[in-house]
């Protein structure tokens, strides 16, 4: 069975119902020291408009997070090689919420609050982890700004009583979009993706942190639902680097497929290379987009090898419709696209399309936040390189779709992508 077909299945059955809510520094901006998303906003001088993008650019998640941002900065300059309404351009305004070499939750609410400020952001593109997404929605739906994030997947961002409780100062109004999938979505992936390898007894360990935490919760219900046996589900600790006990643990059990939830640099690349000093070194390894940057290939060494992850984003190279974009990425970097550079370019292209909407309504003057929020919120049919993508009453993707890949002689590489649409 293709596992297209047997995560049509489980979405048909209403996944997303029955499972929990739970994936360099700048050189343009300093630093707010405002404490306050209500602070006063000074008017935007010029005819600049600026792209705020706040994602990790350093430290262990700088792999994924400068791609990311590349994305961005390219729909910006092509944007500015057209006619844009009351002669405005555009700007990118980049911000690092890495804090010693780890995405940071504060530094991004801190970086959010800055945007906040500047009346010249009207848009901005991340998070690009769900707990650093959790503590900036807040603050950017009470200043209507819109955000968009290419890679945030846990559900509880904009579904149900926690995504109600993340926007309280307007709950008429969604400002968090994204153009990735959701961990039920993803975790369900996963789950099917290791039934079909033909794994039968899992040990599963998160990092007790929102994204991680979340997709590894689906994975164990859905692995469970699928006839798999769950020998155990461990925590790890915030900073935690030896786990030799717990790897321990888990040899004892016998498992023949280890679940990582959880990122790189939250314990998932040591993780798998201390596998490699017990007797799980030849035991498969199943993660979500946490573990997909090149940090994790450079962290867990050899042990990389035999293992897969899922990524929230379509395989560029498989899409017709991301050929141009792949081709003028490659020339503009001088490297391949990251897993989420066509999300980032594609959330930031929508986020300029309202906004010329916006500027025209206003007569060709700066818009209002709100409008361009407004704009996003109603964007249907938007042709782009992941393809044609919209936005439900939540703010979630209609176009949800899934790559897998394994680690093979030290890279990835492409096993299949579904669309749970189709």
């Known amino acids: 069975m293709r596992l297209g077909s047997a995560l049509a299945r489980l979405s048909a059955a209403g996944l997303s119902a029955a499972l929990l809510a739970a994936c360099s520094p700048s050189s343009t901006t300093t630093q707010s020291t405002s404490t306050s998303s209500a602070a006063p906003v000074a008017a935007a001088a010029g005819n600049v408009i600026k792209i705020g993008v706040e994602l990790p650019l350093s430290g262990g998640d700088a792999s994924n997070g400068i791609p990311t ?16 309404p009351g002669g405005f351009s555009y700007a990118v305004d980049d911000l690092d919420d890495a804090v010693q070499g780890k995405h940071d939750p504060a530094l991004g609410a801190q970086n959010t609050k800055t945007f906040i400020s500047d ?14 997404a959790k503590a900036e929605i807040p603050l950017t739906n009470d200043a209507q700004l819109t955000q968009i994030s290419p890679s945030n997947t846990s559900n509880g961002l904009t579904q149900g009583d926690d995504g109600r409780k993340l926007r309280t100062s307007h709950p008429e109004l969604n400002s968090f979009f994204r153009v990735c999938t959701t961990d039920d979505h993803q975790g369900a992936a996963d789950a099917a993706f ?22 590894a919760d689906v994975f164990e219900a859905q ?35 280890v679940f990582f939830g959880g990122t790189t640099v939250s314990g998932g690349g040591l993780l798998r290379k201390q596998m490699g000093d017990s007797a799980l070194k030849t035991v498969a390894y199943v993660g979500g987009d946490g573990i997909s940057d090149d940090t994790f290939l450079k962290t867990a060494g050899t042990m990389a090898n035999g293992s897969y992850y899922t990524v929230a984003a379509p395989e560029t190279s498989k899409l017709a419709s991301a050929k141009t974009f792949v081709a003028n990425y490659k020339k503009r970097f001088g490297v391949d696209v990251g897993p989420y550079s066509a999300n980032a370019y594609t959330a930031a292209m929508i986020e300029i399309a309202a906004i010329n909407k916006a500027i025209t309504a206003a007569g060709n003057k700066m818009p209002a936040r709100v409008d361009v929020t407004k704009g996003v919120a109603a964007t249907k049919g938007f042709v ?8 439900d009453a ?8 899934l790559s897998l890949y394994k680690i093979s002689g030290g890279k990835a590489v492409f ?3 579904v669309n749970l649409k189709t």
């Not at 782009?384 to 936005?391: A, D, E, H, N, Q």
């Open 69 to 84: 941002r590349n994305g961005v900065i390219l729909a910006v300059e092509e944007s500015n090689k057209t006619a844009i």
């Open 119 to 132: 009346a010249a952001v009207l848009a901005m593109v991340g998070p690009f982890n769900s707990n650093v």
């Open 194 to 215: 290791a039934k079909k390898l033909g794994f039968k007894a899992v040990f599963i360990v998160d990092d007790n942190e929102t994204y991680g935490k979340g997709l």
């Open 223 to 257: 692995f469970k639902k699928g006839g798999g046996t769950v020998l155990g589900h461990e925590h790890l600790n915030a900073g935690q680097t030896d786990f030799k006990a717990l790897l321990t643990k888990a040899q004892n059990l016998r498992p023949d497929v």
């Open 384 to 391: 782009s390189p992941i393809g044609t993508v919209g936005f």
């Open 394 to 401: 939540n703010g979630d993707t209609t176009a949800p779709i």
């Open 415 to 417: 096993v299949d992508q």
